[in-house]
């Protein structure tokens, strides 16, 4: 089977950086996706992750050690409508993925 | 591209009664997916399908049922309603592991925007 941690809630303020931890374990990983969330919509794709390193997307960041069972998803120049839930999911072998509950990151002026 | 639709977007049922939820993708993918989501949670897979005429159970699949018949359509179906199946709940679907284009990015699943389920 598959299990994820995250932290369930972070606060940062508007124009500063935050870190998202993910840590994780599963047998056959085949990736690790970051998606974020809207209260009341459906998760849309962040980043994604196969091979250890940091992958880079304008203010969005995510970095996977795949020894480590580990992941951040990394925000700079935080907006308010940066404020949502960060979902950290690992994909396995047979293309299952296996979602964490989720971090609500609240953005304040 | 419509992407990945639902329907209906909200529905009450009462204990006992059935119903289905609809998905369908013009995308072309082999991959579709139902998750349901609690408040505060994450998503629980119930069932998933890696192309027409497969599927195979999630993490959370007992009370529910679902079909493949074409590429295009996954069906949800809930014999019994019970008030723990109260959620919402989302169609998703993908390529292929290593069938997308490159990057490997393409591969992330596209979500529907969610259909609100109360069973009372």
């Known amino acids: 089977g598959q299990n994820i941690d995250q932290p369930t809630e972070m606060t940062a303020t508007e124009g500063a950086i935050v870190q998202i931890n993910c840590t994780y374990q599963?047998?056959?990983?085949?990736?690790l996706f970051w998606y974020q969330q809207h209260a009341g919509e459906a998760p849309t794709f962040l980043s994604y992750?196969?091979?250890?390193g940091l992958e880079e997307k304008g203010r969005f960041s995510s970095f996977l050690s795949r020894s480590k069972g580990y992941s951040y998803l990394l925000l700079k120049e935080l907006q308010m409508k940066d404020s949502a839930s960060y979902l950290c999911?690992?994909?396995?072998?047979?293309?299952?993925?296996?979602f964490g509950d989720g971090t609500t990151l609240t953005v304040k002026p | 591209n419509a992407g990945v639709t639902q329907t209906p977007k909200f529905r009450i049922l009462k204990i006992g009664q059935s119903m289905t939820l609809q998905c369908t993708q013009d995308?072309?993918?082999?991959?579709m997916y139902w998750y349901r989501q609690d408040p505060g949670m994450g998503l629980k897979l119930i069932y998933y399908?890696?192309?027409?005429?497969?599927?195979d159970k999630g993490e959370v699949p007992n009370g529910y049922n679902v079909s493949r018949s074409t590429t295009e359509d996954f069906p949800l179906r809930l014999e019994l309603a019970a008030p723990s199946q109260t959620s919402v709940y989302f169609c998703?679907?993908?390529?292929?592991?290593?069938?997308?284009?490159?990057?490997?990015?393409?591969?992330?699943?596209?979500f529907g925007p969610g259909t609100r389920l109360l069973v009372l």
């Open positions: 998703a679907s993908s390529y292929s592991l290593g069938a997308g284009p490159t990057p490997n990015s393409q591969e992330t699943q596209y």
């Open positions: 599963t047998s056959g990983f085949n990736g």
């Open positions: 992750n196969v091979l250890d």
């Open positions: 999911a690992v994909r396995n072998n047979a293309g299952k993925s296996t």
């Open positions: 995308m072309n993918h082999n991959y």
């Open positions: 399908s890696v192309g027409a005429g497969i599927t």
